[in-house]
């Protein structure tokens, strides 16, 4: 049984690199849809530094979904910070461990924008209308310990925004595996996650249509529907590393973006009994520009 599992663990990280790399076309700044499934979630893990590696409870429904599996009974977060330009990013999340069946959890992720004035070329100090715009994350997960070492995790996501009379929907799968004690290394754990996989997101809604006359011909005018574009998931893979030593918890994950330059994030971390922990993180972009 012990072989079949680490066979079924080979071939999940073998599988997630190989999909990766296949889909790894380089990046196109600005294209992406649903930017804000890149938001980090919760404190413990903001820098993203060997979080893939060594992440556990909640949180994992964001980082990587194999770090549920190691939580232990029913756990549940909140967390609210604040973000740019005034907004508020808001996290929550539940699970529960349920022994040999494996560790199912819900989790929610909310954006707070605001009110905005419509303004238009007629009225551009405003309109007197105000929107507000939405955009909500809701996903299930389901983790599995395949071993005393190993494990495995898959999350569904619902993606919802919008803005006055126009919203977009979409789906996306995060995949991931974890492995501790790598190579035989006490402290030493790895990590492999894909993120925001899923079909294109493309905007609809009643807000779509204009009145207008089609040039070139004689009809009158009428109502025509814009068809708005369709654009990716911000697809990405993390492939991370931790190492504890002496009280330290040392990270770094190298994160392939599809839409973006690469990321090299690091971390180092030392705890106090458990009570309290001091974390410095770093964030860097590789040099090469994707075509």
Do not use: C
């Amino acid at each position: 049984m012990k072989i079949q599992k680490n066979n079924i663990f080979k071939f999940g990280t073998a599988l997630l690199v190989l999909v990766s790399l296949a889909l790894s076309q380089g990046a196109r700044n600005g294209t992406e849809a649903a930017s804000q499934l890149l938001i980090h979630q919760g404190a413990r893990y903001l820098s993203g530094g060997g979080s893939v590696a060594t992440v556990d409870g909640v949180e994992s429904s964001y980082w990587n979904p194999a770090g549920l599996a190691k939580g232990q009974g029913v756990n549940a977060i909140f967390s609210n910070r604040s973000y740019i330009a005034g907004m508020d990013v808001n996290f929550f999340g539940v699970s529960m461990n349920m022994g040999k069946i494996g560790t199912f959890g819900l989790s929610g992720r909310m954006i707070d924008v605001g009110e905005i004035d419509v303004t238009d070329v007629y009225n551009p100090d405003g309109t007197g209308e105000v929107i507000k715009p939405s955009y909500f994350v809701v996903g299930a997960t389901y983790a599995k310990r395949l071993s005393d070492r190993t494990g495995m995790g898959i999350s569904f996501n619902y993606i919802n925004e919008g803005f006055g009379r126009v919203t977009a929907t979409g789906l996306t799968v995060d995949a991931g595996v974890q492995y501790e004690n790598f190579l035989e290394v006490e402290g030493l754990d790895v990590g492999v996650a894909l993120r925001n996989f899923g079909n294109p997101m493309r905007y609809g809604g009643s807000g779509l249509w204009v009145n207008a006359e089609a040039a070139g011909t004689s009809r009158q005018t009428t109502w025509y529907k814009v068809e708005a574009g369709a654009f990716d998931m911000p697809f990405i893979m993390d492939i991370g590393a931790a190492y504890k030593i002496a009280g330290f918890n040392l990270g770094a994950t190298y994160e392939v973006n599809h839409f973006s330059q690469d990321k090299i994030r690091v971390m180092a971390e030392y705890g106090f009994e458990d009570i309290a922990a001091v974390r410095v993180g770093y964030l860097m972009d590789t040099e090469e520009t994707k075509d």
